[in-house]
């Protein structure tokens, strides 16, 4: 990875946007994030593929270094990936260009698709579902249905929900719950698991909620038959987040999709086992976007003389 280049991109409605890209090669990655993460889940990906590939990646509004709207309800997955589409105009990359998206990443990636399909050549979909987010954890509604009702009782007691949020993701409880039950104890380093509570809690939890709600009310489900770019699906078969048979039905509704099952893989795969990963995106983006190698030309014989 030879060069870095980071900065601050202003949107059509007037947020701020943290982007950065860095990398070189004849393809061009976007990275879409799952909900309320910063790049964490890259930690492994953007050094590998820097060598390989030219990668753009951008913080969502509230999020990071992104500024935080004055209206919450833009925070929805169409917005986000309106956000994207305007950043890739103003940086104009060359193609083949291929979404990459992790958990909430996905819905983004597929969104970004809908709206623009000619502009991409591909889509990586990892650890994450076609839409309504929330409706799929733990393959129970439940998350969802207490959704409208923790949204009021945050609003109401928005400045004591404040005092506590950080300092209770800081706590080992939380952490140690997420271990246990959420992802693959004996594959996760807790340096690389530990970000994602510190960008949780970073975010204001209005505007968690907020997200929150624009990803379980998009879906995709609708277009996923019409995408007729290769599709690359990566699901963890342990994923609570996103459960298996979620991800199963993302990959046989698109046409022509492939996929790859991590075994024993939670929700955060591309940290719990990247080099596995890394290789099937290699070979995925090699038999899809590679130059065939030009035979080299035999050259004429010379006539003898003599």
């Not at 990359?93 to 991409?120: D, T, W």
């Not at 579902?129 to 393959?139: D, F, I, Q, R, T």
Request: proline letters at 7%; one cysteine or more; glycine letters at 6%.
């Amino acid at each position: 990875m030879q060069s870095r280049d980071s900065g601050l991109f202003k949107t059509s409605d007037g947020i701020k946007i943290w982007y950065q890209t860095l990398g070189q090669g004849p393809i061009t990655l976007i990275l879409c994030d799952g909900v309320a993460c910063t790049g964490y889940i890259w930690k492994y990906f953007i050094p590998h593929f820097g060598t390989q590939a030219k990668i753009i990646h951008s913080q969502y509004r509230g999020h990071g270094e992104s500024s935080i709207p004055d209206d919450l309800e833009s925070m929805t997955v169409e917005r986000f990936s309106q956000d994207i589409l305007e950043l890739l105009k103003e940086q104009k990359p060359e193609h083949p260009i291929v979404l990459v998206g992790h958990s909430m990443g996905v819905q983004v990636a597929l969104e970004c698709y809908r709206q623009n399909p000619k502009l991409f050549q591909g889509l990586i979909l990892i650890n994450g579902p076609y839409g309504e987010a929330l409706k799929h954890v733990h393959n129970s509604p439940l998350f969802a249905q207490a959704l409208p009702t923790l949204k009021k009782v945050f609003k109401k007691w928005d400045r004591y929900i404040q005092k506590i949020w950080r300092p209770l993701l800081d706590s080992e409880i939380v952490y140690l719950y997420a271990v246990l039950f959420e992802v693959n104890p004996w594959l996760t380093h807790r340096k690389d698991f530990r970000l994602y509570f510190e960008d949780l809690g970073s975010m204001k939890p209005r505007v968690y909620l907020a997200e929150l709600d624009g990803a379980t009310q998009h879906s995709a489900e609708d277009m996923l038959a019409d995408i007729d770019v290769p599709v690359l699906v990566i699901a963890g078969d342990k994923d609570r987040f996103t459960p298996y048979p979620v991800c199963r039905k993302l990959f046989e509704s698109i046409p022509n999709a492939e996929l790859l099952t991590i075994p024993t893989g939670s929700h955060i795969g591309p940290l719990e086992m990247p080099e596995f990963i890394h290789l099937r995106i290699e070979k995925f983006l090699a038999a899809h976007f590679s130059k065939p190698e030009e035979k080299p030309k035999k050259k004429k014989s010379k006539a003898r003389t003599r």
